[in-house]
């Protein structure tokens, strides 16, 4: 008939809600599936590499570092360690009267900072010296001997090589526009490592194949296959790392989606003030620190905050044994200085199930979460991530004729086996530093296998927490989207 359509002529094919046209039997391919093809994750994964790789590599390297701060601290300044503890601790008082001696013209607010061992300092923080006001974070750290109220030391934050790591690590040296930077990176990271273990996927069949290191075939294959398997095992970790590190760049994001305020690391909940009225007998340190422990009996004592003017009050910062948090933890209490009385409690036990998760943040990215073994761990993946780098860009310059290849081989003298990229003709003595490797790998694994215990433990332990956490978030991203969709007059996106 005319007029009539052909029905072979054109093809309509429904493709999800979107409909792809074909003609003579040739279907137009989806352009969201042309995007989304395997070239396409290679370049993603390429020039994320090429463009933010070295500030990956460095965020690595000096975050393994800082995951040591304090040891690295001492071992460079070895007065700040106490050999030989003798005696019991001076009062708080006697303490900040040591200080305030030192440092007389210094008014305001002072935070002691106990240690966590016996052999430690008290370190006692003035947050804005007039020497470093007007730079981001940058308060005078005094070490204070417990037993004798000796004044040791006096520094500035960023003027000693673990603090300016540290700054390094979170800001860039780049003050507040480092520190969102830092977060931004966060999640080029996770982008790249998603890329990475998508490309790496060899299917059901080839894992075991992907998984070897063919040292024999050169150091450009060497260097990849350790770029690939390193990737793999380090993949979930550094997730992890992107993902709390972008939230304590922008803590607010996470506030705004579990529902918390007052979460954010190094962060003190409310400001609350005296309403007292101020007499010759205010209360001491050590009252008030006796006071503060009336809820709390069994809690371990980690800062005391001192006031500052007449509306000033104390703030107690204690531990208790459930808390993932030891050097930050947020059981608080306030205590007026001039009635003595408590004026307010924050017990991290009654935390709704987003603050409780909001608490996970920091110890989670620094390892402390997870003991001594996690720390070692974090400390491991930060130096991998370094390895990626440099093994990702060495097959890069490799295959733009930058590099040329070389065999590898494990030469023998003297007992030691040493690598050697040489040419032809080297002889080999792999078979005993495998045998040395194999140990090592056996005893990785043990510790890895001890560390998934002890996260299944704590998984179990918070999973109801953990469960209701998740369908708040789902329920406020949903509300959200809801309402969004609402003021644009889309009213039927369900």
């Known amino acids: 008939?005319?007029?009539?359509?052909?029905?072979?002529?054109?093809?309509?094919?429904?493709?999800?809600?979107?409909?792809?046209?074909?003609?003579?039997?040739?279907?137009?391919?989806?352009?969201?599936?042309?995007?989304l093809n395997r070239a396409t994750w290679v370049k993603v994964h390429l020039y994320l590499a090429l463009i933010a790789g070295f500030f990956f590599a460095l965020m690595g390297l000096t975050g393994s570092i800082s995951v040591y701060r304090e040891e690295l601290d001492e071992l460079l300044n070895p007065k700040l360690v106490i050999e030989q503890p003798e005696g019991k601790r001076q009062s708080l008082d006697k303490i900040m009267a040591a200080v305030q001696a030192a440092h007389p013209n210094r008014y305001g607010s002072w935070t002691l900072e106990l240690p966590r061992s016996a052999h430690g300092m008290i370190t006692v923080w003035y947050d804005k010296p007039r020497e470093t006001f007007f730079e981001l974070h940058a308060p005078l750290m005094v070490?204070?001997?417990?037993?004798?109220?000796?004044?040791?030391?006096?520094?500035?934050?960023?003027?000693?090589?673990?603090?300016?790591?540290?700054?390094?690590?979170?800001?860039?040296?780049?003050?507040?526009?480092?520190?969102?930077?830092?977060?931004?990176?966060g999640l080029l990271l996770a982008v790249s490592i998603g890329t990475g273990v998508y490309l790496w996927w060899p299917g059901w069949r080839g894992i075991l194949d992907a998984l070897k290191i063919r040292h024999h075939a050169g150091m450009i294959r060497l260097a990849f296959d350790l770029h690939r398997l390193i990737g793999l095992l380090s993949a979930s970790i550094l997730l992890l790392l992107a993902f709390t590190g972008f939230n304590l760049s922008y803590p607010s994001v996470l506030e705004t989606l579990v529902g918390s305020s007052g979460?954010?690391?190094?962060?003190?909940?409310?400001?609350?003030?005296?309403?007292a009225i101020p007499n010759n007998h205010p209360v001491g340190l050590e009252s008030a620190e006796f006071v503060a422990r009336a809820p709390f009996p069994r809690a371990e004592l980690r800062r005391v905050t001192t006031p500052a003017g007449d509306s000033g009050?104390?703030?107690?910062?204690?531990?208790?044994?459930?808390?993932?948090?030891?050097?930050?933890?947020?059981?608080?209490?306030?205590?007026?200085?001039w009635s003595g009385q408590v004026k307010e409690v924050r017990d991290p036990s009654a935390f709704s199930s987003g603050?409780?998760?909001?608490t996970w943040i920091w110890?989670?990215?620094?390892?402390?979460?997870?003991?001594?073994?996690?720390?070692?761990?974090?400390?491991?993946?930060?130096?991998?991530?370094?390895?990626?780098?440099?093994?990702?860009?060495?097959?890069?310059?490799?295959?733009?004729?930058?590099?040329?290849?070389?065999?590898?081989n494990f030469i023998a003298r003297d007992g030691v086996y040493a690598a050697s990229l040489l040419g032809t003709g080297a002889v080999s003595a792999l078979r005993p530093l495998f045998y040395r490797l194999q140990g090592m790998s056996y005893r990785a694994g043990l510790t890895l296998f001890r560390l998934a215990g002890l996260l299944l433990q704590r998984a179990k332990r918070d999973a109801p927490h953990v469960m209701k956490g998740c369908t708040t978030l789902w329920q406020r991203l949903r509300s959200t989207l809801?309402?969004?969709?609402?003021?644009?007059?889309?009213?039927d996106w369900e």
């Open 263 to 275: 979460m954010e690391h190094g962060e003190t909940g409310r400001n609350i003030i005296s309403t």
């Open 313 to 337: 009050i104390y703030r107690i910062n204690l531990r208790q044994g459930s808390e993932v948090n030891h050097r930050h933890p947020y059981t608080t209490v306030w205590v007026d200085r």
């Open 1 to 35: 008939m005319c007029g009539a359509p052909d029905k072979n002529k054109h093809r309509i094919i429904p493709y999800g809600i979107m409909t792809v046209f074909s003609s003579h039997n040739n279907a137009m391919q989806f352009p969201v599936q042309r995007l």
């Open 355 to 358: 603050e409780t998760f909001a």
């Open 482 to 491: 809801i309402n969004r969709q609402k003021r644009i007059g889309k009213k």
């Open 363 to 408: 110890p989670m990215h620094t390892g402390e979460a997870f003991g001594a073994t996690g720390r070692f761990i974090w400390f491991v993946t930060g130096i991998g991530l370094f390895v990626l780098y440099v093994s990702g860009l060495l097959h890069w310059l490799h295959r733009h004729g930058k590099v040329k290849d070389r065999d590898v």
């Open 143 to 185: 070490s204070v001997n417990p037993y004798t109220a000796e004044v040791v030391a006096g520094r500035f934050w960023g003027q000693t090589a673990t603090t300016w790591l540290l700054d390094l690590h979170t800001q860039l040296q780049l003050d507040r526009f480092g520190w969102n930077t830092v977060g931004i990176l």
